[in-house]
């Protein structure tokens, strides 16, 4: 599994628990620097997802492509790394899911007036 994101960030995603309203109350407690940190360490893993051979089961636009990998993160470590393993059980559309991502930001505008401006 990728280095580049840390236990850290899983902890947070796990105890999020794939929903957005519980992943906001964690984020705006914590400073700035660690909701920037998140939001590098969501877009790391899921540029991973973004490439082949991913891009073989996925059944999108880029757009849409992204949102897949976001989802997959969204769902944890455990899975993530199934899928890491198993390409070919990537989901081929995030349609009608709880996506995580864009949380990071939406806390750091409203904590911090800006945006975490890692996209």
């Keep these: 599994m ?6 850290w ?8 628990n794939h929903n957005t309203d519980r992943l906001r109350e964690i984020l705006r407690e914590m400073d700035q ?3 920037l940190k998140f939001q590098e360490q969501f877009l790391d ?3 991973v997802l973004q490439d082949d051979p991913f891009l073989d089961y ?3 636009s880029e757009d849409g492509i992204e949102d897949v990998s976001y989802l997959v993160v969204s769902k944890g470590k455990k899975y993530y790394a199934e899928i890491l393993n198993n390409p070919e059980k ?3 559309t995030a349609e009608d899911c709880e996506i995580l991502f864009g949380i990071a930001d939406e806390v750091c505008i409203e904590k911090f007036g800006e945006s975490t401006g890692v996209y």
Aim: glycine residues 0%; without cysteine.
């Design 2 to 7: 990728s280095d580049i994101v840390s236990d």
């Design 9 to 16: 960030f899983w902890d947070i995603i796990m105890n999020a």
């Design 33 to 35: 620097e660690h909701i």
């Design 45 to 47: 893993a899921a540029s």
């Design 58 to 60: 996925i059944e999108e």
């Design 90 to 92: 990537i989901p081929s």
